[in-house]
């Protein structure tokens, strides 16, 4: 047994003599942080020289081998140039082939690995996006320990592979493999697919290729695993109804166990019936079998919500990751739902009603994943964490616990009003990295149409109080596009952000930096909005282009990030649309449409061609309905 020395992100290491266990090995602190050193030195080749003409440490394929070599060695594995895993064999030219191949080993630690023969039923959780996405969503983890506390079942993972790695599968013939055993994907009894944004709809078609199973749900018989979904994507189900076996609208932690129940019994039983046991799942709360929608016809699905929210949030696992990923903390669920009535939002719809976690419960979380974790940064997360009713008492106990220890507390989502006072004082002996706010739009008249209740007065006042204590970022989140919006509500925008930039100014500095992102406006499904129409992408382009100019004389300290309106034309496609658009996600995904959410890889040209292919007019789908008009998405209730 070796001890943690050091500090670090990968190994808890906040006192000396803790050690933490990966799958099958004790690795050391220091092993892994040369490890993520080395990786990083991976992707700069640029050799650095020591005074004497010598390399201080690997560079380039060098490091790489390097780096592959300490990874596979602490997990338990033989860096020889080739490993045998327990059904898909992978070598070390393959890894050192690709980009990250630590998205591909797992034997992180906390990761949870089975005896797959004493297993009654395997779940594959599968993200359809990298690794670094996939490991960023708090669901995913939910369900990973929801799962694993089942004695005879074992979730495990798997994510969509980058476009090299894809390459070299398909050429040699190598199906999807899940991190923690490296079984086979199609070998476990349930993929569960998290739909959170409508273009991953092309990389749930990939998983499944890979994976050589049916696209289908029509095409996959008595020997294909069961495909379900859930995700906010769910709230219409309509656009992948056709590859996917079985939808849990709304929340899944307690449906999944209904669900797994339900399979294990048919599995029991020996039946062989795919049909009957689509029926069976179909009486789950919250269930959708698209296959049974004719037979099933005028019947609502209600939307599943957790009553017991403690329960499920009660954590014991928290993954470590070995390479940085994009939200690289830990993640504490504070409260689901939303007080707010933002008449643009989602989300709101998809986690009514409110409930809220006891400020006990949450610190007790955060001392357990603390002491599993080497993590530095802790995030209270909700859609609107501010809100929480005890959010400064529970904020005080955290900073008075941890500061000492260089723990830093998170709060995204935050709203003016909430810290004004006292809580303001606790932010201001907190480490100082960012603010971030959302006002949405820039006039009070446009925020108050879309119900974003926000006094600038207060936002004025807390950036300044923010500003004296040391913060030096504000993020601010903006939505164009939005119904009665005109060109003064644009330089509104402008307005204010400069006002909020110039604060700084106050104190003898100069002006703050603002990160300011803007989006575009979309008419979701159980909105308020769901009937207006979709502005179009030339149309949003325009306004993107009047926003650039009138900002031009403050891009030193105020950077505008502009969502592609091409994405967007496709986004609010799916989100509106029915089933006739599955044959268009298909096309897509043939013609090679992959990672479409990623700017580098979104090929809008594919989209065009499929949707001319199948003869889609875009009107139908993104032009304002009258309350008369059938909707998609009618036969979901939210329950709002």
Not at 269 to 291: E, F, T
Request: charged share 30%; with cysteine.
């Amino acid at each position: 047994m070796q001890t943690n020395t050091g500090r670090g992100r990968l190994a808890a290491c906040f006192a000396a003599g803790h050690v933490f266990r990966a799958q099958r090995a004790w690795i050391p602190t220091v092993l892994l942080r040369k490890a993520k050193q080395w990786g990083e030195q991976a992707e700069k080749p640029e050799r650095r020289l020591s005074s004497q003409g010598k390399d201080k440490r690997p560079c380039g394929k060098q490091a790489q081998d390097r780096t592959l070599t300490i990874l596979l060695s602490a997990t338990g594995t033989r860096a020889t140039k080739q490993w045998r895993c327990m059904a898909v064999e992978l070598t070390k030219e393959l890894l050192l082939s690709v980009r990250k191949p630590a998205r591909y080993i797992g034997g992180e630690v906390n990761s949870i690995k089975k005896d797959l023969s004493k297993m009654f039923l395997k779940v594959c959780l599968c993200f359809p996006d990298v690794y670094e996405i996939g490991m960023s969503h708090l669901g995913l983890r939910i369900l990973y320990d929801i799962i694993n506390k089942q004695e005879d079942c074992c979730a495990e993972r798997a994510f969509c592979p980058w476009i090299d790695m894809e390459e070299k599968m398909r050429a040699e013939h190598i199906p999807l493999w899940t991190l923690e055993s490296r079984e086979p994907v199609k070998d476990f009894d349930i993929l569960g697919f998290s739909l959170q944004y409508e273009l991953s709809y092309t990389n749930v078609l990939n998983i499944l290729s890979l994976s050589n199973i049916p696209l289908r749900s029509s095409e996959r018989d008595e020997n294909s695993p069961l495909i379900i979904a859930g995700g906010f994507s769910c709230l219409n189900p309509e656009p992948m109804a056709e590859f996917i076996d079985c939808f849990i609208i709304g929340e899944a932690e307690e449906a999944i166990i209904e669900l797994m129940d339900i399979v294990r019994d048919h599995k029991k039983s020996g039946s062989r019936d795919r049909q009957a046991l689509l029926k069976r799942l179909a009486r789950i709360q919250g269930a959708y079998v698209p296959s049974l929608k004719k037979e099933n016809s005028g019947l609502k699905i209600s939307k599943r919500v957790v009553r017991d929210i403690e329960k499920v949030l009660d954590l014991d696992t928290w993954i470590v990751p070995f390479i940085e990923i994009v939200h690289d903390r830990v993640g504490i669920e504070i409260m689901r739902g939303c007080p707010n009535s933002c008449s643009f939002c989602q989300a709101r719809a998809s986690f009514f009603p409110l409930r809220v976690l006891r400020p006990e419960k949450i610190l007790e979380t955060v001392r357990k994943l603390y002491s599993r974790t080497g993590y530095e940064t802790f995030s209270l997360l909700s859609l609107s964490s501010s809100d929480h009713p005890c959010l400064t008492e529970m904020v005080k106990a955290l900073v008075d616990e941890f500061k000492e220890k260089g723990v830093s507390i998170s709060l995204p989502s935050l709203r003016a009003k909430n810290l004004v006072g006292e809580l303001s004082g606790i932010l201001a002996d907190m480490r100082k990295t960012s603010l971030t706010f959302a006002p949405e739009a820039g006039s009070e008249r446009l925020r108050r149409s879309i119900h974003k209740n926000i006094d600038i007065d207060e936002l004025t006042e807390v950036s300044r109080q923010a500003f004296k204590s040391g913060y030096r970022l504000l993020k601010l989140y903006f939505m164009i596009g939005l119904p009665t919006e005109t060109n003064e509500d644009l330089d509104q925008i402008r307005d204010l952000c400069v006002k909020l930039s110039n604060i700084k100014k106050e104190t003898g500095h100069r002006p703050a930096m603002l990160n300011v992102a803007i989006s575009n406006f979309i008419p979701k499904p159980h909105t308020p909005f769901e009937w207006e129409r979709v502005v179009s992408y030339d149309e949003l382009l325009a306004k993107q282009e009047y926003l650039k100019n009138i900002f031009r004389g403050y891009r030193g300290h105020i950077h505008l990030k502009f969502h592609d309106a091409r994405m967007s034309f496709i986004e609010a496609l799916f989100s509106r649309g029915d089933s006739r658009l599955s044959g268009v996600i298909l096309s897509a995904f043939q013609k090679g449409a992959r990672f479409d959410a990623w700017d580098e890889l979104f090929n809008f040209s594919l989209w065009q061609q499929a949707l001319t292919d199948n003869c889609i007019d875009t009107s139908v789908y993104l032009s304002a309905k009258d309350l008369s008009d059938r909707r998609a998405w009618g036969f979901i209730d939210v329950g709002i």
